[in-house]
């Protein structure tokens, strides 16, 4: 404790000091090998100087960038006031779904019923029924809009998952805290509301961020039913220039995002886990 | 305030678990319940708190049955304070805020108002320096000193403490102990159960020995500790002692 590890004392130190470095040095020549190997082989066979016009074209590549770039914006845009909405309706459904007071029970029945429905469908679909079917009914401009209408199936879709989410943390709040919360004479909405609650959403903001990443890669499906956005946008593109590079660029731009994203949501789950241990 | 209960039995699934108890608490006294674990301490401390639901008898509280289905326990809760074995403070929020929940939701006091009332009790119980940290941030005996004030702050009438010490490092249960004490001195109504034996003698009024979900012995300390008349409560205290 509190040596450092690249002085090593001890004779354990000292032997794991050469364990590590023998780790170290076979996986980085491990993983040469095999970086040499695709680089190496994959450039001979018969396609490749095809795929790498199509989809690896560096000039393609430059003059796109920029649009997906600013196409990438709507997406977020999207994404930044569906969030909100999602996080209140989940948050709704889930005490919904909890509810014990007889006179409520139909609202409960509701949010059950409301999670299923939306939690058993492909997101697709759901974009598809709503994103068409309700401007379908012939509504006025602003009412036809495929960005409100197809937010809209987003919201439900994932409100959905972030109450069930929610919900298995507030069963995982122990028993012993609404026993006690109740022994001071709180009321059960009390209880819910200052002891349960903040636990609960406490312990799920790691699951919870892993389904927000998920809903920014959704957002592209939006382009099934009208609005331009970067995956859209990238389609558009491939057909002016009769290239798929553009959708390597789209990637790139959603890897950028998601990535450290998702880095840093298993970053909390691992320090929750400790924290728990 | 007069607690009394009358044939109280309460079982789980098909396990019973009280078995007809009869118990009178008057205010100002100092009940400690005593036998070995499963013999129904806790789950009696529960019910009396309503925690648990009773199948059969009565719990009443200044002659009202509080115990009959239906009886909304909130009033009657904030009226018998509870500590518990494992602390149970709410670990989001600090020790002053897990104090002044209860009062500022149930009498609607202001934080304001509220914190020279509570600042005296974490004084008295040689917290002063803890009112800002987390439970977390807290030794066992410490959080369990916090859980007591936070009972108190409800000014209940009676207190219920469910082997508080138990999970506590053995160097840790005297500082607690001594909380008892000093709430001995001033008069409180208390029910324990517990394993501190030597606590039991030295403060109790009333020692009571259950055995399979019934008192078996209940007298003075004296009484049970000295000259215990029945067979299993002697083989109890000879294992304890």
Known sequence: ?277 | MTLVLENVQKAFGDVPVLRGIDLTIVPGQMICLIGASGSGKSTLLRCMNLLEPIDDGRILLDGVEISEPGHDPQPVRQRIGMVFQSYNLFPHMTAVENVMLAPRRVHGQSRAALRPRVEPLFARFGLADRMEHYPDQLSGGQQQRVAIIRALAMRPEIMLFDEITSALDPELVGEVLDVLRHLRGEGMTMVLATHEMGFARELADTVCFLDQGRILEAGPPSQIFETPQEARTRAFLSRVL
């Not at chain 1, 709040?173 to 919360?181: E, F, G, I, K, P």
């Not at chain 1, 499906?221 to 590079?245: C, D, H, M």
Request: proline share 6%; charged share 15%.
């Open chain 1, 1 to 277: 404790m509190g040596s450092n590890p690249s002085y090593p004392r001890t004779k354990r130190q000292i032997y794991e000091a050469r364990q590590r470095r023998r780790a170290n040095l076979i996986g980085g020549l491990s993983t040469a090998a095999v970086l040499m190997a695709i680089v190496l082989l994959v450039p001979l066979a018969p396609g490749w100087a095809a795929v790498k016009r199509v989809f690896f074209n560096g000039e393609v590549f430059a003059k796109t960038f920029p649009g997906l770039l600013n196409a990438f914006l709507l997406d977020i845009a999207i994404f930044l006031w569906c969030a909100p909405l999602i996080a209140v309706l989940g948050l709704a459904l889930a005490i919904a779904r909890d509810l014990r007071t007889p006179a409520l029970t139909p609202l409960r029945l509701a949010a059950v019923g409301f999670i299923d429905v939306f939690r058993g469908l492909p997101v697709i679909l759901v974009i598809y029924l709503i994103g068409f079917g309700i401007p379908g009914l012939g509504l006025p401009r602003p009412w036809n809009s495929p960005y409100l209408w197809g937010s809209l199936a987003l919201i439900l879709v994932y409100a959905a998952y972030v109450a069930e989410v929610i919900r298995s943390g507030i069963e995982s709040v122990h028993d012993s805290q609404r026993n006690a919360a109740l022994s001071l004479g709180l009321s059960g909405s009390d209880v819910m509301r200052f002891v349960v609650l903040p636990q609960a959403i406490r312990r799920v903001v790691p699951a919870n961020m892993n389904l927000f990443i998920a809903l920014q890669k959704d957002v592209a499906l939006l382009s099934f039913i009208g609005p331009v956005e970067i995956f859209r946008q990238a389609g558009v593109y491939k057909s002016l220039y009769a290239n798929f590079t553009p959708y390597l660029g789209a990637a790139l731009i959603f890897l950028a995002i998601t990535i450290p994203a998702t880095r840093y949501a298993d970053h909390l789950m691992n320090r929750q886990r400790k924290a728990r241990s």
